[in-house]
């Protein structure tokens, strides 16, 4: 039978309560925080994934699903985005003929509804990681951290970082990609609930981890990442592996290693699996792509394509940094962060490397922490947190290949349950130290009640397109896609003098921005501008040619 630590229950400033009653608390939390999204309309990438998007019609074979990209493209295409997500337009498809057509609604209940589901889930989730593992006598798992896990949870469903992807429709792709995720960890932790004796475990349990993993990645690329958090979790709680210990008895004379000293059997033979999986579904989704990586431009990712390698390397640990930023105060979000939204470092004497430094020193003193630390419940939870928060970030962080965005907040969705790991691990070490427990406890749930009026108002904000573009010129006013989309929300609506300054400010911001050219020039066409329209499109067309 395996056995956690010293649980973190005694100083978490919140009620415990059983656990079906937790879960409803944690659901009601996270549908009152989205509700009001529920009647918005269709807005910015949904307009292609979903409005202009054939596979979702009903005389579109299911086939095409398999062959298509998120957006409809084929995959073979040069074009094609390479998003390889046929579950997550399957249920778009089916809300289309649920729904009887595009109306938006039902999409939005799905999203809402989803994001419940996964925050209910997120409970167990939590008290695995929190609480360890630990059965009665009849094989049942305990929680050991009711009041930390719930902790856990109201902050992950009450998170405004996540309003992307559950106010949003394309945000789909994520919510999915969670909930398989979290089924997989689940399952994977399953293998092992049913066995008193240690080293045994359930390979069927194994398997079904492995297929749930598949189909999270059919959602979205994010999803093989569970894979790397199972083995995490297995090493350092199912068998309990103790780094520090291994490598002094490795460096230092005298020290043999003892049999106990290493991971059982199973463990081999399960990271086994775990790789061969792996790397079969690799294969085959690159098999599936085609033709190589897509194509992104300068605009897309500009710290990509900085010629020095040092300066690709700072700006990387920069929007990094950025990222930790918009988890630890999630009150600056923005639909698009791209086009000179945040310009690119150049020189050490910018102010911002004091982010970078800071996010560094922060993730050194954790990481040294998860390691050296004495106490095996404070090692497991560390590691775990930063496991979470670390390794379903990956394939966004520019380090495999070249991304298509600078900051997305959509792609924080599972990353942040980490960071409500950590932070509620935190909460426990400040609990202790505090005199006034209830002024303690009143900030916690003061947090709390700010992070759902938080999600309340930007949720409104996504509603329509309007609401969400005038609210991005305040968070990335360098941002000339920001001003392009409001000046093409006013021109639809007949307001051409407004569309205007928008357009002019988005061609001064990036003056090789087509798309932005092409619209003004249309409008002076229209109002008679001759000249300026001339030259705009001219202009327009010989930068296309040359792309």
């Known amino acids: 039978m395996l056995h956690s630590g010293v649980h973190v229950d005694i100083y978490i400033p919140v009620p415990q309560l059983p656990q079906y009653q937790a879960k409803i608390v944690v659901g009601l939390l996270a549908f009152v925080c989205f509700a009001n999204s ?58 289309y003929i649920l729904a009887g057509g595009l109306h938006p609604i039902g999409f939005h209940a799905f999203n809402i509804l989803l994001h419940c589901v996964i925050s209910v889930l997120m409970v167990d989730v939590f008290s695995i990681l929190l609480g360890g593992l630990a059965y009665d006598n009849k094989c049942r798992r305990l929680n050991l951290a009711p009041k930390s896990s719930l902790l ?3 902050l992950f469903s009450v998170h405004p970082v996540h309003t992307e992807s559950v106010a949003g429709i394309v945000g789909r792709a994520d919510l999915l990609c969670a909930f398989f995720f979290v089924l997989s960890f689940l399952s994977y932790c399953g293998a092992f609930f049913q066995y008193h004796r240690e080293g045994q475990f359930s390979t069927a349990w194994i398997l079904l981890s492995l297929l749930l993993c598949a189909l999270a990645m059919l959602c979205k690329e994010q999803g093989i990442t569970v894979l790397g958090v199972n083995a995490v979790y297995d ?31 199973g463990f081999m033979f399960r ?39 040092i300066e690709r390397a700072v700006n990387y640990n920069y929007y990094y940094a950025l990222n930790a930023w918009l988890l630890l105060c999630p009150w600056w979000l923005c639909f698009d962060w791209s086009m000179g939204c945040i310009p690119l470092i150049k020189s050490v004497t910018d102010w911002r490397i004091i982010a970078l430094v800071a ?83 009143a900030l916690i749930f003061g947090v709390l009640f700010c992070n759902v009026l938080r999600c309340i108002f930007r949720s409104g904000q996504w509603r329509s397109e309007e609401r969400l573009f005038q609210s991005a010129l305040i968070v990335c006013p360098l941002n000339a896609k920001v001003h392009y989309n409001v000046g093409k929300n006013l021109a639809d609506k007949g307001n051409q003098t407004a ?12 003056p090789s921005y087509v798309h932005a050219m092409n619209n003004l020039g249309n409008i002076l066409k229209e109002r008679n501008e001759l000249q300026e329209a001339e030259y705009l499109l001219s202009k327009a067309v010989t930068i296309q040619y040359a792309i």
């Open 38 to 95: 529920y009647d918005g309309d269709f807005v910015f990438d949904d307009s292609e994934a979903i409005i202009n998007n054939k596979d979702l019609r009903p005389e579109t074979p299911l086939g095409d699903l398999w062959e298509h990209d998120f957006w409809g493209s084929k995959l073979s295409s040069n074009t094609s985005h390479k998003s390889y997500r046929p579950l997550t337009v399957l249920t778009f498809r089916f809300n």
């Open 235 to 265: 090493a350092f709680v199912v068998c309990r592996i103790n780094v520090l210990q291994l490598f002094q008895k490795t460096v230092h004379r005298g020290k043999v290693l003892e049999k106990s000293d290493f991971p059982k059997s």
């Open 499 to 510: 569309a205007i300054n928008y357009y002019r400010e988005a061609v001064r911001l990036n």
């Open 359 to 441: 996010l560094w020193f922060c993730l050194i003193g954790l990481i040294c922490q998860a390691v050296c630390s004495e106490e095996s419940n404070k090692r497991r939870i560390l590691t775990l947190g930063l496991a979470l928060l670390i390794i379903p970030f990956l394939p966004a962080s520019n380090l495999f290949f070249r991304v298509g965005f600078v900051i997305a907040e959509r792609v924080l969705y599972l990353p942040s349950a980490g960071f409500c790991l950590l932070l509620t691990y935190g909460v426990n070490i400040l609990s202790r130290q505090m005199k006034n427990k209830n002024i303690f406890a």
């Open 152 to 154: 856990a949870a109201l």
């Open 271 to 309: 990271m086994f699996l775990l790789t061969f999986g792996g790397l079969a579904m690799l294969y085959i989704r690159w098999r599936i792509m085609g033709t190589g990586p897509p194509a992104f431009t300068e605009v897309d990712n500009p710290a990509s394509f900085a010629m020095s390698v």
